[in-house]
């Protein structure tokens, strides 16, 4: 298994505020806690984790329970263990997506395993923890999954499965639809290991979450990954002091949120959650429905002046404590209260993250600075693509690599066929462009002489002639792709494999697909990946 290394400034959409964490972390160190390497502060943070011991007994009896809900295997019951006896813990999280959601879900979890492993060998025991995001309420981002034909195409598979608008998560069972999608994928896959572990995962009545969970447990046993359903009702108990303060001090908060939206803007950068002078961070649950909390219900009492509305209902503040005390199963957190509720459930040394989720940590810094007293790191995971045998062939006949791909599927159909345009044509474009290029520098000095004010004029000529030089080559590709029906299939080909819907394969893609073709083995190949010196996106040749 070969693998090449891709920088993300190279990558089509990669944010500025993700681009300068990874490569330039002075110009952001004021949104982060620490810079992107475990190595160098796993002890020193270790050291500032406030844990007691009873809610870690506490935990530890819940983990131990939905995991052995879950079939979890010796390895996992080992680092339960070792949890309840003092470690701290690697987090990250996924949503529920079905059949185990795109590509990089599996990356989250085997980098959670690699930076463990890491901050154990460097002194600070250390396990993996996996959060289920099964309190989530939008159900298209998880009811549907693209798997991978080995011909490169794309299948679609999507559940029927459904509750009220905006349900959470883990109130919807499968349909039982399911039972026929679980053999859609077996066609598509083919009959292995993994169609065999999704046939008794994904089974009618089980809700996502479960069935997601059983599928991770069973893939990850060998490195003792402990999963979390965050909708627990247990845990919501546990969590309540956050969801308390969080309603206290709504207007507090709001402000904080707003002030270091203004500072990255300023810096340069974006906020990847917009907040508004009415926010909180907090949902509940309404006739089985996820509702979001705002602030300015009309109703003056406490320090949040104005109250909350709910809906259409108005409440005090003191309404709102009433119930989060009362029943705080009723109640959630958004996305910037989330993984503050999970560092106080849990003893977190850092939180592996994608893009998105890096940048807008560099939000909810505020909220763990208020409810916490600490910032919790957050550490990039595992980011790569993966190529197998028949696209590799693709490439290599055409000449192309993953970054001649990023462009979506026109361009890469007409850059192929600019690959195989007659042998005389293709040699007459390129003696064209060195003659250009010949020609133009030698006016271009003889111009210095004359007139140094006509180098720039000169240059703006030779740029013209090239981008029509292109565009006579590109109609050519044209021709020649109109010509040729084969390159259409293979540029397509090579886009669904790749690049499909101009995004990286591991947003799209759903794992399993790479699973059923290479088996359970591959996946200690890409633990292995994990591991390799290259910071960026990896191109891996399977």
Aim: hydrophobic share 40%.
């Amino acid at each position: 298994m070969g693998s090449e290394c891709l920088p993300f400034t190279q990558i089509p959409h990669s944010t500025r505020l993700f681009s300068d964490f990874l490569y330039n972390h002075p110009r952001v160190q004021q949104f982060y806690a620490r810079v992107p390497d475990l190595k160098q502060w796993a002890e020193n943070e270790a050291g500032q984790i406030g844990y007691d011991d009873a809610r870690r007994q506490r935990v530890a009896v819940i983990l131990e329970r939905q995991n052995q809900s879950w079939g979890a295997g010796p390895e996992t019951k080992t680092n339960l263990a070792r949890f309840r006896k003092g470690a701290a813990c690697v987090v990250t999280g996924q949503q529920v997506g079905l059949f185990g959601g795109p590509l990089f879900a599996i990356f989250k979890a085997l980098s959670a395993v690699r930076m463990s492993a890491e901050a154990t060998a460097s002194g600070v025991d250390c396990v993996p923890i996996f959060w289920l995001a099964t309190e989530d309420h939008d159900l298209a981002e998880v009811n549907h999954t693209d798997l991978l034909g080995p011909e490169g195409t794309l299948h679609s598979l999507k559940t029927s499965s459904h509750d009220v608008l905006d349900a959470p998560l883990n109130k919807i069972p499968l349909a039982s639809d399911i039972r026929e999608l679980v053999a859609q994928a077996a066609e598509v896959l083919g009959e292995s290991e993994i169609t065999e572990i999704l046939r008794q995962a994904y089974r009618p009545g089980v809700t996502l979450g479960d069935a997601f969970a059983r599928l991770f447990t069973n893939l990850l046993s060998r490195w003792g990954v402990i999963m979390l359903d965050a909708a627990d009702p247990e845990l919501h108990t546990l969590a309540r002091p956050i969801y308390s303060a969080a309603a206290e001090h709504a207007v507090a908060l709001d402000d904080a949120l707003l002030r270091r939206g203004q500072e990255l803007t300023k810096a340069g950068y974006h906020e990847q959650v917009k907040v508004t002078p009415l926010s909180t961070l907090l949902f509940t649950v309404r006739n089985g429905a996820r509702v979001v909390i705002h602030r300015g219900g009309g109703v003056t009492s406490g320090a949040n002046g104005n109250g909350f509305r709910v809906g259409q209902e108005k409440i005090s503040s003191a309404e709102l404590l009433k119930r989060i005390a009362e029943r705080p199963q009723d109640f959630s957190a958004n996305v910037l209260l989330r993984p503050v509720v999970q560092d106080f459930l849990l003893p977190t040394l850092a939180y592996v993250a994608g893009p998105a989720e890096i940048a807008y940590f560099a939000q909810a810094a505020v909220v763990y600075e208020k409810l916490l007293q600490r910032i919790t790191p957050v550490l990039p995971r595992f980011s790569a693509t993966l190529v197998e045998p028949k696209p590799r062939e693709l490439m290599e006949r055409y000449r192309v690599g993953l970054r001649d791909l990023l462009h979506g599927l026109e361009e890469v159909q007409q850059l192929l066929a600019t690959r195989v345009l007659p042998p005389e044509l293709q040699a007459a474009f390129d003696s064209a462009e060195k003659t250009l290029e010949r020609s133009v520098n030698t006016i271009r000095e003889a111009l210095r002489k004359l007139d140094p004010t006509l180098v720039d004029a000169a240059q703006r000529a030779a740029s013209k002639m090239n981008y029509q030089l292109e565009q006579l080559r590109a109609r050519a590709a044209r021709a020649e792709l109109r010509r040729k029906e084969i390159l259409a299939r293979h540029a397509l080909q090579l886009s669904n494999s790749l690049y499909p819907r101009k995004e990286l394969q591991e947003r799209e893609i759903g794992g399993v697909s790479f699973l059923g073709r290479h088996g359970l083995e591959l996946l200690e190949r890409l633990y292995q990946a994990t591991g390799a010196a290259c910071p960026d996106h990896q191109i891996i040749y399977l």
